[in-house]
């Protein structure tokens, strides 16, 4: 339970001031850390970040979400996270992390070579919806076929897709992608739930400091430059890649 305790604080601290990233440190924890197994950790790991994304949102209700991106993002990835559930169950746990490694390696370079903050097509008081639906819908179904497939909140993708491809500013994208984030948790976990038991003990030990944590930390949030939680986003992003990457491939060798 300690390890449990410990990493969930920190989940929900990166929640809380980065606006995604806890999945991608929650599956590898409750697998290396607490002892799961990946079928285990997958939804667990849904439970635990949307309700920490819940919690985090709170700080940020008052115009720092951009709803409608929100909605259209969340619910164009239901549907592509119940397909992502179902295209899991028939892949080798393993090669799973190493294709988790993978993308949170591209998304963290995406992050760097970010450079200034200009409004798109997506921005508040510039919505062209013509131009941003169709890129909303898009982003909604890669990010809900990842959330599915590899057990990802997907914060770690969408505020990248939100800045990237929408154009969305950085504090925007990260209470945007909260949002979208307790929509894509809720569906995966609920595509998880035929055949899963909630191990209770695990989950409130795991949850109640990871909600806690975003809490403190999206108040603190807002006092961040936009450079320095990209910085922050990245380097997170690489660090459990690399552990990822370290305990996988050694098991793939040797399959």
Not at 122 to 127: E, L, Q
């Amino acid at each position: 339970m300690i390890p449990a305790l410990i990493l969930g604080l920190v989940v929900g601290i990166v929640l809380g001031l980065v606006g995604g990233g806890g999945s991608i440190i929650a599956v590898p924890a409750l697998v290396y850390g607490v002892g799961l197994s990946t079928a285990e950790a997958i939804p667990t790991s849904l439970l635990v970040v949307g309700a920490s994304s819940l919690a985090a949102l709170i700080p940020r209700l008052r115009g720092s979400i951009q709803w409608p991106v929100a909605l259209i993002v969340g619910a164009a990835g239901i549907p592509a996270a119940w397909a992502g559930t179902a295209v899991g169950r028939f892949l080798n746990p393993e090669v799973l992390m190493l294709a988790f490694a993978i993308i949170m390696i591209i998304a963290g370079i995406r992050m760097l070579g970010i450079t200034s903050e200009t409004g798109g097509s997506c921005t508040t008081g510039n919505t062209v919806w013509r131009a941003c639906a169709p890129k909303a819908v898009a982003v909604g179904l890669i990010v809900g076929f990842l959330t599915g497939l590899l057990g990802v909140g997907g914060g770690f993708l969408i505020t990248p897709a939100l800045t990237l491809l929408l154009g969305l500013r950085m504090k925007q994208a990260v209470g945007t992608s909260l949002a979208i984030i307790v929509i894509n948790s809720a569906a995966g976990f609920s595509a998880h739930l035929s055949g899963f038991t909630i191990n209770w003990p695990i989950v409130l030990s795991f949850a109640i400091p990871a909600i806690l944590g975003s809490l403190v930390a999206g108040r603190f949030a807002g006092k961040l430059k936009d450079q320095h939680v990209r910085t922050a986003f990245a380097v997170l992003v690489f660090v459990v890649a690399a552990l990822v990457l370290i305990t996988t491939i050694p098991s793939l060798l040797t399959a």
